[in-house]
């Protein structure tokens, strides 16, 4: 059984920083990349950021320069630290495990993050 648990979410003011962190535990054989993705009211879900094992990383474009994705690979966890955050980033954050970037295969239950002006 694959489980998947984020933290970190909550509101923050325009300008603000915010860190996620997600644990992923059972068994997840070869979908060893983690990421991000966020869904906004009304919108899709879009990818926010995805990591390798090896720490090649795909970044969305409106999040580059101001996220960075970690990871702690003994401990299955990943971060997403935001920095200059803006009132458009507020959405849901989902964890998630896949194969290859851009093709999620296990994901969280979701963090919300609201940026307020």
């Known amino acids: 059984q694959v489980r998947i648990v984020e933290s970190g979410g909550g509101l923050v003011q325009a300008g603000g920083s915010r860190t996620l962190s997600c644990v992923a535990s059972?068994?997840?054989?070869?979908?060893?990349?983690m990421g991000w993705y966020r869904q906004a009211p009304g919108k899709q879900r879009e990818l926010v950021a995805e990591?390798?094992?090896?720490?090649?990383?795909n970044y969305a474009d409106s999040v580059k320069g101001r996220f960075t994705i970690s990871r702690d690979n003994a401990k299955n966890t990943v971060y997403l630290q935001m920095n200059s955050l803006k009132p458009e980033d507020t959405a849901v954050y989902y964890c998630?495990?896949?194969?290859?970037?851009?093709?999620?295969?296990?994901w969280g239950q979701g963090t919300q993050v609201t940026v307020s002006s």
């Open positions: 059972g068994s997840i054989v070869g979908a060893r990349v």
């Open positions: 998630t495990r896949g194969v290859s970037f851009n093709n999620p295969t296990y």
């Open positions: 990591m390798t094992p090896g720490g090649s990383t």
